[in-house]
Each structure stands twice: as structure tokens, then as C-alpha cells.
């Protein structure tokens, strides 16, 4: 039986745990040798750490026996991408910059599921610092599409998916700063959801865009997805943005919601652009689902999508440039050997320990920020900023949410956008609004690409009201089978 | 926002305290122009009067007591230090 156990559901393990009819232990031993047979092709895990992982599954084995079991996701595995902080573990956010940091502390969405009983698993794969559309930036080691091992995964949370999709972990958790979990969830195959701004707490998570980042669930179904985000969900005292508001029970919450005759939005900036005709058919497919099971679809608009790609790149990259700041050489970080003097010391280290798209916007970021640009252009895309969320709140008055794709082509080759970094920073252009917007927003698989690769369909939610998000989901998620395919590794 | 964006790439890697190779910063340059021209485009919006959004919802100050929390020990913290010695971090000589 534990032969198989990697590609059951969260949901589903929860139960044969329950009953005793597995354990812990034997379900992280499956994800083990799982993750030994596949990921040296598919490159998911910067590292591991085998004992540990099976010390905390013999321990959530200890709790249910005392009938002490910690709720549905005691014993789950969830991979944890490499920008986390998990007490004890690296934390390299696949940077040399970080190559030997070990967390002294645990974020506080680890803190949770630590407290929800799940076992962690593994340091998750991405681009360097999370910037980055196909994990091609990452200073640690190539990552693969486990459904085509010479296409990219997506990023920046590459790892994330691609251990989902290729059965290395049950669950995973990644961060969205313009796209980064559903964009790798679409070309993954797998489900993934970017909650609102201020729904889970950023305290632990290295920084990349501040205004911008968000933890998320990541998992092979809607139901599994539904069960991580509330075990992380919540105010922090440690996190001053984190929103006061009630976390809803959001797995009942697809249950009381089964049937709901939503009215949805197409959003017509979304349909008119250069997506590949191809992948937008399954798209479109949905779209007719969603009206053949009773919901009113009408289009919308959302006029100032075409600014949102330049809006981005000013907003994230300035932030980016102040946060990553404190990747100095002096404290708890890569030092160069070489240097002249204390002040060369920082030019050095920072030389050393950044990749190239790092640079490149440390640069970017310093440049719109520096004195005599910032009214030009920092102030001027937050401007903008607000006209893009007006535009979805105008959108909201109307419908319940909106559906669109999520990526205008399926998962492209390694090395095809590389030498050109606005061609990839424009891969992005239906993920970004989500989080200049601050608003929740998934994606779950809808079909295949001709060549076999897995296209998503993306759903745009109303601030905290990620119930509603998972139930439209999780209603064409019924209705079909993509929960049960699996890359042929 | 100016017509054409004119880039010293030495004063912002200056600002940005990050060494660049004479290719970084041909490279650099290139890029950041053309990322720059694009951004141009907010350009063609009329902003006048519209309010900043620094952040997706307001966040007032948010308050709380000034009383010690964090457990973390001063060696845990120095643990992850490039070079340390009686939990103080060394630097190189910054006074001559």
C-alpha cells in the first residue's frame, strides 16, 4: 500500500490515518523514496533532511495513538519552499547569498502547521530571492516540468509544484509576489492558491517585495489546498499587516457551497491579448462548464490591465532593492574573502552572493527610487496602482469572481526566455494585477496543451473571501478528473 | 518620466552597493533601458489627483507593549555570522 500512498489526496490520507489503516511514518517513508527515485531528474528539493522528517511523522504516530492527533493534517507531508524560516533548517532562497544560513526561528505559517501536526518536508527549489518566472535563476540546481523534463516548472516557486505534481511531497506551501504560485501551479498541473493580502502572516518569510508577498497553499486538489490554508491563516502580532478579520472554515465551506449559481466575470483585457490560441481553448471550455452547471458568466472589464506589467516592475523591484538591502556581508550572510575596505566589503559580498536577475533588479529598483526618479516613476505606478484596483473593485460590485487564464502559454523550454528579461517579465501579465489589487486568487488544472502540458485556469476572488474562491474551484474540480492524472516520470 | 531615460550605470551600482564586470554593466545598461522604455506606457495615463497606494488595504499604526518577547538566545542569533568572537560580529577596521 505505501507503494502508492504519494499520490493520495491530503483529504484522503487524513482519513486512513485516522483509521489507523496507516501511519505516519509509512507515509513520509513513501514520500522519501518517492522523492529518491524522481528528483534527480526533476530537481524539485534544494536539500532534505530524512531524519528529521520521520521524527516528526513517529511523533504524529505517538499523538493519534494517545488520542491526541492534532486534526486532519497530523502526518500530512508539506514541502516547504526555500524562503521560509523553519528552526534548525537551511534557508537558502536559492542564493549563494544565504548558501549557509540555518533559521534560528520559525515563520509564523510554519509555527502553525507545525501546530496543526504536519509533518515538514524538505527545502523547496525556486528562483533566487522568488524573482523569476521559471526557476531558471536558481543559484542551487536546475528544476524541471515533471510532465516534460525540458520545460521549466514555472516560478518562482518551481520547487513548490513540480514536487506536488511529481508525488515528492502531498502538499507545499509557496509565496506570490506577481504570479509566483500560480503560474508554476498552471504549468505544474497542480492547484494553487495566493490568498488575499494580509490573510497569512509574512513574518519568517524573506522579504522580496513587501506590499506584494504572500504565503500560499499549493496541492493536487482544491480540498487539499482549502485544508493548509486554514491551518495558516490568521492575524500575527509579528506581522502589523496581517488583517484582523474571521478565518472562515474553509473546507466545510465547499460543502455548504456545492451547487451555488455564481455570477462570474470574464474579463475581456484577458481574452483580447497574444495568449497561444491552443491553451486558451480549455480555458474557454471551462468557461462554457460554468454556464452549462447554471452560473451567469458575463464580461467585464478591467482597463488598465495593460499597465500592470510596468507598474509591477517599478513597485516590486523598488521594494525589492530597499529589502534586499540587508544582504550586507557584515551579519548572517556570504562574506567575500577579498575586499579593500569595510565599505568594498559590501560591494564584494553583494557581487558574490547575488545571481543575475538579482542584479539586475537591485539595479532597476535603485534606479526608479533614486533622487530625482521618484515622483517620475516610483509614485507614479503607485498612482496607477490604485486605478488597477479600482478597476476590480468596480468589477466585484457586479460578480462574485472572475475567470481567466492564467498564463498566456503553457509551460515554455529551458533557456528560451533567458537572454531576454522583459519577455519573461511579461509571462506574468494575468497574475501581477492579482497582487498590485491585493486580492485572493488560484489556479487549478483545466486541461492539456497538443504536446501533453498541463494548462490552468486561474480564478480572481473578492479580498478575504477565499471560500468563495476554493468553492468555485472546487465545483469544476468535481465535474472533472485532472486531480487524478499524473506526469509519466 | 523623462523622453529617454539616461543611465549612469556606475552612480546606481554605487547606490546599490553592488560590484559590477565591465560585461554586468554593458549588460545592465541595455536591459534597463529597455525595461524603462517600457514602463514609459504609465505615461500615457492621466494620474493627477488619484492617491498613491502604498499597500492594498490601510493599515493604521498598529500598537503594541513595549515588553521583551523574542527567547532567541545572543549565540543563537550569532550563529549564522560570517565571523564572530564572544557573540559580537567582526568587522574589518572601519576607524584607522
Avoid at chain 2, 2 to 23: H, T
Wanted: hydrophobic share 35%; charged share 25%.
Amino acid at each position: 500500500m505505501s507503494d502508492t500512498l504519494y499520490y493520495k489526496s491530503a483529504s484522503e490520507l487524513a482519513a486512513l490515518l485516522e483509521k489507523k489503516e496507516i501511519s505516519a511514518v509509512e507515509l513520509i517513508q513513501s514520500i522519501i523514496n518517492r522523492t529518491k527515485a524522481v528528483d534527480e531528474r526533476v530537481g524539485a528539493f534544494n536539500s532534505f533532511d530524512e531524519v528529521d522528517a520521520i521524527a516528526q511523522a513517529g511523533a504524529s504516530d505517538a499523538r493519534r495513538s494517545d488520542g491526541q492527533s492534532l486534526g486532519p493534517l497530523d502526518g500530512i507531508p508539506i514541502g516547504i519552499k526555500d524562503v521560509l524560516a523553519v528552526t534548525g533548517q537551511p534557508l537558502t532562497c536559492s542564493s549563494k547569498m544565504l548558501e549557509k544560513f540555518v533559521s534560528p526561528y520559525d515563520a509564523t505559517c510554519i509555527e502553525k502547521l507545525k501546530a496543526s501536526g504536519a509533518v515538514l518536508w524538505g527545502r523547496l527549489n525556486m528562483d533566487e530571492f522568488a524573482m523569476g518566472s521559471s526557476t531558471e535563476n536558481s543559484a542551487t540546481k536546475v528544476c524541471s516540468n515533471p510532465w516534460n523534463l525540458d520545460h521549466v516548472p514555472g516560478g518562482s516557486s518551481g520547487g513548490s509544484a513540480a514536487a506536488v505534481a511529481a508525488g515528492e511531497a502531498i502538499v507545499s506551501l509557496g509565496s506570490d509576489t506577481g504570479g509566483s504560485i500560480r503560474q508554476p501551479a498552471s504549468h505544474c498541473g497542480v492547484v494553487g492558491l495566493k490568498p488575499t493580502y494580509g490573510r497569512v502572516s509574512r513574518y519568517g518569510l524573506a522579504a522580496f517585495a513587501s506590499s506584494l508577498d504572500q504565503v500560499g497553499p499549493m496541492g493536487r486538489s482544491v480540498t487539499d489546498v482549502a485544508m493548509v490554508l486554514q491551518a495558516i491563516s490568521g492575524h500575527d502580532d509579528r506581522d502589523s499587516t496581517s488583517f484582523k478579520s474571521e478565518v472562515a472554515d474553509y473546507v466545510k465551506a465547499l460543502s455548504d457551497n456545492a451547487g451555488k449559481k455564481w455570477t462570474l466575470g470574464l474579463p475581456k483585457e484577458y481574452f483580447d491579448t497574444a495568449s497561444d490560441a491552443a491553451s486558451m481553448e480549455p480555458v474557454l471550455k471551462a468557461i462554457e462548464f460554468y454556464k452549462s452547471i447554471g452560473c451567469e458568466v458575463k464580461e467585464v472589464s478591467l482597463p488598465h490591465t495593460e499597465y500592470a506589467v510596468a507598474t509591477y516592475y517599478i513597485v516590486a523591484t523598488a521594494e525589492a532593492s530597499s529589502n534586499l538591502a540587508r544582504y550586507d556581508g557584515v551579519r548572517y550572510t556570504h562574506r567575500a574573502e577579498n575586499y579593500d575596505d569595510h565599505i568594498d566589503l559590501y560591494f564584494q559580498s553583494r557581487a558574490e552572493g547575488f545571481g543575475s536577475e538579482v542584479k539586475r533588479r537591485i539595479m532597476l529598483g535603485t534606479y526608479v527610487l533614486s533622487s530625482g526618479y521618484y515622483d517620475a516613476y516610483y509614485l507614479k505606478a503607485q498612482k496607477v496602482r490604485t486605478l488597477i484596483r479600482n478597476d476590480f473593485m468596480k468589477a466585484y460590485e457586479e460578480v462574485d469572481a472572475l475567470i481567466a487564464p492564467t498564463s498566456p502559454q503553457p509551460a515554455f523550454k529551458k533557456g528560451e526566455k533567458t537572454s531576454d528579461p522583459l519577455s519573461m517579465y511579461l509571462s506574468d501579465i494575468y497574475t501581477i494585477s492579482a497582487n498590485l489589487a491585493g486580492i485572493p486568487a488560484m489556479s487549478i488544472p483545466c486541461g492539456f496543451s497538443a504536446d501533453g502540458l498541463p494548462i490552468g485556469l486561474q480564478i480572481l476572488g473578492k479580498p478575504f473571501m477565499e471560500e468563495e474562491l476554493l468553492s468555485v474551484g472546487h465545483a469544476f474540480e468535481q465535474a472533472h478528473d485532472f486531480t487524478n492524472q499524473h506526469p509519466k516520470l | 518620466m523623462s523622453d529617454k531615460p539616461k543611465i549612469d550605470i556606475d552612480y546606481i551600482s554605487n547606490l546599490a552597493r553592488v560590484a559590477l564586470s565591465e560585461e554586468e554593466k554593458a549588460a545592465y545598461s541595455k536591459d534597463l533601458s529597455s525595461i524603462l522604455g517600457y514602463v514609459e506606457k504609465l505615461n500615457e495615463l492621466d494620474t493627477d489627483g488619484i492617491e498613491p497606494m502604498a499597500h492594498p488595504y490601510p493599515v493604521y499604526n498598529v500598537w503594541r507593549e513595549d515588553k521583551v518577547e523574542s527567547k532567541m538566545s545572543p549565540e543563537k542569533a550569532m550563529e549564522n555570522a560570517p565571523a564572530s568572537r564572544q557573540n559580537m560580529v567582526i568587522v574589518p577596521k572601519v576607524v584607522e
